[in-house]
Antibody
Framework: EVQLVESGGGLVKPGGSLELSCAAS????????MNWVRQAPGKGLEWVSL????????YYADSVKGRFTISRDNAKNSLYLQLNSLRADDTAVYYC??????????WGQGTLVTVSS | DIQMTQSPSSLSASVGDRVTITCRAS??????LGWYQQKPGKAPKRLIY???SLQSGVPSRFSGSGSGTEFTLTISSLQPEDFATYYC??????????FGQGTKLEIK
């Protein structure tokens, strides 16, 4: 069974930093493209970033480009998202999402990031 | 950027009703579309991929159709556990994926 467990969320001040982690199990992590998708409170879904299986391809939404960094460690079956220069509008639940036959097939339960002074 | 417009934004229906939700793309996306169900406080769950393929384990009362710019999600006979918010997702414009704004399905 595919399992994705996010951690690292919390309360951070504007301009601060945070690193999110996603622990994967139940599949061969190193063979799948992974994503982060976020959802602001009471709002819709927004794709944030993608990293290919070998980290050869990395992409970001314009809203986070230059501030967020996605990475992965296939030996540790883990995905990461480094969030820098955080703003109030980055407040959201962040989901770790695995591609399958097509993109965004399996989702973790999410971790909440709150940016507030 | 490809924009996805869902309608309606909210919908009231009764158990046993047939329900249809529509998603329109601002340009043709072939069949690069998925449908997701999200219940309050939970992660989204994919129901349909490639516009009309049923995700494993999803009840057959859910179906998807369409291609190009117009797509529909149909629930043939609503069950109590189907009341949730539904989103479409286009992935034609890899990797700049975009979601519809969501349709909240409520009990009448």
């Amino acid at each position: 069974e595919v399992q994705l467990v996010e951690s690292g969320g919390g309360l951070v001040k504007p301009g601060g930093s945070l690193e999110l982690s996603c622990a994967a199990s139940g599949f061969t992590f190193g063979t799948y493209t992974m994503n982060w998708v976020r959802q602001a409170p009471g709002k819709g879904l927004e794709w944030v970033s993608l990293i290919s299986s070998s980290s050869s391809y990395i992409y970001y939404a314009d809203s986070v480009k230059g501030r967020f960094t996605i990475s992965r460690d296939n030996a540790k079956n883990s995905l990461y998202l480094q969030l820098n220069s955080l703003r109030a509008d980055d407040t959201a639940v962040y989901y770790c999402v695995r591609d399958s036959t097509t993109p965004l097939g399996y989702w973790g339960q999410g971790t909440l990031v709150t940016v507030s002074s | 950027d490809i924009q996805m417009t869902q309608s309606p934004s909210s919908l009231s229906a009764s158990v046993g009703d047939r329900v249809t939700i529509t998603c329109r793309a601002s340009q043709g996306i072939g069949n690069d579309l998925g449908w997701y169900q999200q219940k309050p406080g939970k992660a989204p769950k994919r129901l349909i991929y490639a516009a009309s393929s049923l995700q494993s384990g999803v009840p057959s009362r859910f179906s998807g159709s369409g291609s190009g710019t117009e797509f529909t999600l149909t629930i043939s006979s609503l069950q109590p556990e189907d009341f949730a918010t539904y989103y479409c997702l286009q992935h034609k414009s890899y990797p700049q994926y975009t979601f519809g704004q969501g349709t909240k399905l409520e009990i009448k």
